[in-house]
């Protein structure tokens, strides 16, 4: 299985995933010219993830702003995650968030809503 | 039984009757024969439709059981997420719209004094002159500078002439009327701007201003400090554009300090109200 590394630039995020250890991260902006695109990536790796390993996955995200198509790629994701954590995997998200920006923390609040899998949302002061 | 039952009988009865009935060489050349062979035919075919359409609608009813609840999940979990959507990126359009708010402020306002700056000033004279010109009532401008800043500055340095400048922005918002716009010019200066203002109206107001001023005083290091500044009043003349007024008041002003600072000095060309009476 192919891993991504992804680079952010002014309008995506940086992704890196672990096919082997179960991890995904994704921190950044995230506002793609192509956000089906864009996302079709990730969405295929966290679908083969599910499909092929066993294990736990482990997302961290450090988004802060998105536009509406990105939370919408979003949300799909989340609905993926909480079908296979209903199906008995082990999930787990934590959403890191710079503290002055609270507008971060309700957006991460709002993906929270409706999953019942570990779902931690954490203040970190931004690396200088 | 119930009468369905019992017609259902009733009518397999009837059609074996009818079919011997038909084999019968007996009956064969009955005139009603054809007619009962047909309507017999017609009646075997109808049967046979109705089985097929039963097998359709059995068939579908199959499908539907098992994609139905599916497609039920599949349209709630859409109405879900977009929901969320909607909530989300109303969220994000609130908060563009309160930074937006929030950087027009900052973008028209003076940090130091925290009244209008230079920016506002002009954005509002600009609308009160198209105003006027329209046929409102004309408007009055007050520009004052504050005498000796820069000595103030140099003798007790840049956070005392801070003080003072806020000291006489916060004089202007205590002083000028609610209609009245005013804020920091630039530097050691500001502007009020009074609409609905003839000039003899505008120069007491500057008046008052003055006088004010005499009234403070500033904790300087080992002294208290008094504070004067000069005065240009004019009013708009129709159909005058907003850089020659300010050229008035500008020119008024530097006159005022040539004249010896701490006065108004008032250009009553123009305008409606006589001020003969007020001139001190």
């Not at chain 1, 994701?77 to 082990?90: K, P, S, T």
């Not at chain 2, 009518?11 to 019968?24: F, H, K, P, W, Y």
């Amino acid at each position: 299985m192919n891993d991504l590394h992804i680079d952010s630039t002014a309008s995506t995020p940086e992704i890196h995933t672990d096919f082997a250890s179960g991890k995904l991260a994704m921190a950044g902006d995230s506002y793609p010219e192509n956000s089906f695109e864009f996302f079709a990536a990730i969405i295929q790796w966290t679908q083969d993830f599910l499909a092929q390993q066993s294990h736990a996955l482990a997302i961290e995200f450090r988004l802060v702003y998105m536009n509406t198509s990105s939370v919408k790629a979003m949300l799909d994701i989340f609905d993926m995650l909480e079908e296979a954590h209903q199906n008995g995997r082990e999930i787990a998200v934590r959403w890191y968030y710079d503290p002055r920006n609270e507008r971060v923390m309700d957006l991460a609040d709002e993906f929270r809503e409706d999953c019942t899998f570990s779902f931690e949302i954490i203040p970190e002061e931004p690396v200088k | 039984m119930t009468d369905a039952e019992r017609a259902d009988i009733d009518s397999s009865a009837l059609l074996t009757r009818i079919e011997r009935a038909l084999a019968d060489d007996e009956h064969s050349e009955h005139p009603l024969a054809g007619l009962l062979e047909s309507l017999l035919a017609a009646y075997r075919h109808q049967q046979h439709e109705m089985a097929r359409l039963i097998r359709i609608s059995d068939g579908y009813h199959g499908i539907t059981r098992e994609s139905f609840d599916a497609l039920v999940r599949k349209s709630e979990r859409q109405a879900r997420q977009l929901d969320k959507l909607i909530r989300i990126s109303d969220r994000y359009q609130n908060s563009l719209h309160e930074l937006s708010d929030a950087l027009e402020h900052a973008s028209l306002t003076d940090v130091l004094t925290g009244i209008g700056n230079r920016r506002y000033l002009l954005k509002r004279l600009d609308e009160e002159r198209q105003r006027a010109a329209r046929g409102g009532n004309p408007f009055a401008l007050i520009l004052l500078d504050i005498d000796h800043f820069k000595r103030f500055n140099d003798t007790w340095g840049h956070a005392f002439g801070d003080l003072v400048l806020k000291t006489v922005g916060d004089c202007l918002q205590s002083n000028m009327r609610s209609c009245d716009l005013y804020g920091r010019w630039g530097g050691e200066e500001f502007l009020c701007l009074l609409p609905d203002t003839g000039p003899a109206q505008a120069y007491q107001s500057a008046e008052r201003l003055r006088r004010m001023l005499h009234t403070i005083r500033f904790d300087a290091p080992h002294d208290q400090v008094r504070v004067t500044a000069s005065f240009g009043v004019a009013a708009w003349r129709d159909p005058e554009d907003i850089d020659a007024l300010l050229r008035r008041v500008d020119d008024l002003l530097y006159s005022a300090k040539d004249e010896g600072r701490d006065r108004v000095l008032l250009d009553d060309r123009g305008g409606s109200d006589d001020i003969s009476a007020d001139r001190p």
